[in-house]
Each structure stands twice: as C-alpha cells, then as structure tokens.
C-alpha cells in the first residue's frame, strides 16, 4: 500500500503557536509574581520557553495529527471503495481534505444516478409484470371456461364437445403466441440478441411469409402481393430468421388490421447509400395520428378492449423495432385513418 501523505502543515503551526502565546504569557506572569524576576532575565526565559515549547508542541501536534486523520481518511475510503471499487481506483491515500471531500462528493452523485437508474428499472419491471400477467389472462379464462362447461355436462352433447375443445385449443395457442412474443421480447431487451448476419434474398424471405400467412389471409379473402415482380435476387446482409420475423410481424398486423377483402402488397427499393427499403402496404383500418408516436411500446394497443377476435399481445411491433435497431437500420409508419398504413423499414444491401 502505498502512504503519500500530502501533508498539511498549516493546522499544527496555528495550533502550536496558540500553545505556545497562551504558556509563554502564562509562564511569564506567574515567574513575574512568584519569582519577582527582573525584566532582562524574563524576556530571556521567555524566549528559550516559547521556542523550546513551540518546538515540541508543533512536533507533537503534527505527528498527532497525522496519524488521527490518516486512521480515519483511510477508513474512510476503504469504506467507500468497498462499495464502489472503480470510483476509487489506486489512488494514493491523502490527508488532504479537498481531496476527499470531492472524492466522497463524486461518489455521492454517482451512487445517486445510479439509484435513479435502479427506481426507473424498477419502475418498469413491475409495469412489465403487471401487463404480462393481464395478458395471460384472457386466453386463460377462455380456456377454463370452456373445459369447466365440458367438465359440467356439455361433454355429452357430441357437436359442443368438439366445438369447445376446439375454443379451447385456441385459447391455448394464444398463450402459446403470447409467451413466445415474451421470450422474444426479453432477449431483445435485456441485449442477448447475437445476430446472426448473411447475406440473403429479401425477396425469398417474403416470398416465404406469404407462404406462410396464405391461410391466415384467405380467411378475410386478403391477397397477399407483391407490387412489382422480382425475378432476380435482392441480396442483403442481415440476420434472415429476425428479418423474416419483422417481415412477418408487419404482414400479420396488415392482415390483421387489414379489411375483409383487402390487400397487402409489399415492395422493395433501392434507397441512397447501398441500402433498400422494404415496405408493407395495407388498405385496412389505418391508424389515427395520436397513437402513432406509442405504437412502437411494449404492450400498446389502439383498441384496448379485450373484445377483438384477434387481439395480439401488442408485442409485435416493438419486437419489430428491437430487431431493426439492432441492425442499426430505420423503420417508418405512414398511416391514413380508415384508407390504410404502410410500414418500411431499411436493410444493408450487399455488393
Ligand atoms: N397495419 C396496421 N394497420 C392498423 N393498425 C395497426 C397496424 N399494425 C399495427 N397496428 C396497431 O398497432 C398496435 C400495435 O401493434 P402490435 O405491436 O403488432 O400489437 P398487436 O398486433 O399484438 O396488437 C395494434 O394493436 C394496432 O392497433
Ligand atoms: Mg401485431
């Protein structure tokens, strides 16, 4: 350990001197009355007193003085390094209290941001919680519901048993679709999302989603298209599974929001700077100005009544964000109520 007294002499010289006037004085009047000395042998004496006695009380006060402060300053900051190793890196202990007291003072306002940090985190680990658990729910009491009324007799009748179970199925992929979306959404949120990059065919990848969601379209007979064809390949560099995921993510939500015999068509550009840019069009219900800056949220619905077929956990889009930012591209909403919306979002282009 390394002991760098700056020292600080100007407390024992006051002090000293203060002894020293005070005992010359007092030794000076008391050899005047008791000794009846004469004036010349006085000044003497007092004078080989105040330098001995100053001497010796500097001395004293000094050494004193160190070894009581520096006990203490270094309790301190081992006190406070303890808690806090890289505020208080290997620094040389001083007696300086200047130093210290910026140091502690320093301290105090880190300790205080970071408890900030800890209330906000805290703050929104209960509001998560609170949303989850209001989300899980619904589909739940669904499903009880239904295995309650089979279990009281609906069982019997063949035609409401399959029904019921079906309705229940149903509400069991929706819890299903409801955790996954929270598993996701944790990864992206607590930064453990490793992305994995290649380059790809943008154009396979929504080629694929349509594949996909096809059944879910025809059921509100909404086409799912392209605007343009695209015979050749648009590479891109990007993690394909989260791509694919945002790609799918967008078109549910257009078929979701999307009209009874509507369309979703998606296009692809080419941007400035070696980038293209992907938009999904629908003509479905469109979203009013004052909820477009909150669609990106964790758990934000526009309709918030429970009441619609198909409501989602309102996770989608900020899944969708989460992966866009992680690539470090730019994702955009243009939407017009009642006539449609359309959501784009960039990728890098690869050679
Ligand atoms: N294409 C769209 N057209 C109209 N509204 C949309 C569209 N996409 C998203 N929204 C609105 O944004 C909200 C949030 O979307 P999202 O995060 O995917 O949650 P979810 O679909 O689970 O409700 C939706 O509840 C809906 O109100
Ligand atoms: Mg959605």
């Given at each position: ?25 007092f030794a000076a009047i008391l050899a005047y009355f008791f000794f009846k000395q004469h004036r010349s042998d006085l000044i003497a004496f007092c004078l080989v007193f105040a330098f001995s006695l ?298």
């Open positions: 350990m390394s002991l760098n007294f700056k020292k600080t002499y100007k407390f024992a010289v006051k002090s000293a001197l203060y002894v020293t006037l005070f005992a010359t004085g100053y001497i010796f009380a500097f001395f004293v006060i000094q050494y004193r003085v160190e070894v009581f402060i520096y006990r203490r300053v270094k309790k301190i900051y081992d006190d406070v390094s303890f808690l806090e190793s890289s505020t208080f890196r290997k620094q040389s202990i001083s007696t300086d209290m200047a130093t210290l007291t910026r140091e502690v003072k320093k301290f105090a306002t880190d300790k205080k941001m970071e408890i900030e940090t800890l209330k906000v985190r805290e703050e929104y680990r209960r509001e998560f919680l609170g949303n989850v658990s209001h989300e899980l729910k619904t589909p739940l009491f669904t499903v009880q519901g239904y295995l309650s009324t089979l279990l009281d007799g609906a069982m019997d009748d063949k035609n409401i048993r399959k029904k019921y179970l079906q309705r229940a199925e149903k509400g069991v992929e929706r819890l299903i679709f409801i955790v996954q979306d929270l598993d996701m959404i944790t990864k992206l949120e607590s930064g453990n999302l490793n992305l994995n990059m290649t380059e790809f065919n943008i154009v396979e990848v929504v080629q694929n989603v349509f594949d996909l969601l096809e059944m879910k379209a025809e059921k509100k007979n909404i086409i799912l298209s392209f605007d343009n064809k695209y015979p050749k390949a648009i590479k891109v560099i990007a993690d394909r599974e989260k791509i694919q995921q945002v790609v799918m993510n967008l078109i549910v939500n257009a078929i979701k929001y999307g009209k009874q015999d509507g369309s979703v068509e998606v296009g692809i550009e080419d941007l400035v700077n070696n980038k293209v840019i992907v938009r999904v069009n629908d003509n479905g219900e469109g979203i009013e100005k004052q909820h477009i800056p909150r669609l990106f949220e964790r758990f934000y619905r526009v309709d918030k009544s429970g009441a619609r077929a198909e409501g989602g956990s309102g996770l989608g889009l900020s899944i969708v964000k989460h992966i866009i930012e992680a690539h470090d591209e730019n994702i955009y909403i243009e939407s017009q109520f009642g006539i449609g919306s359309e959501f784009s979002f960039t990728l890098e282009k690869s050679e």
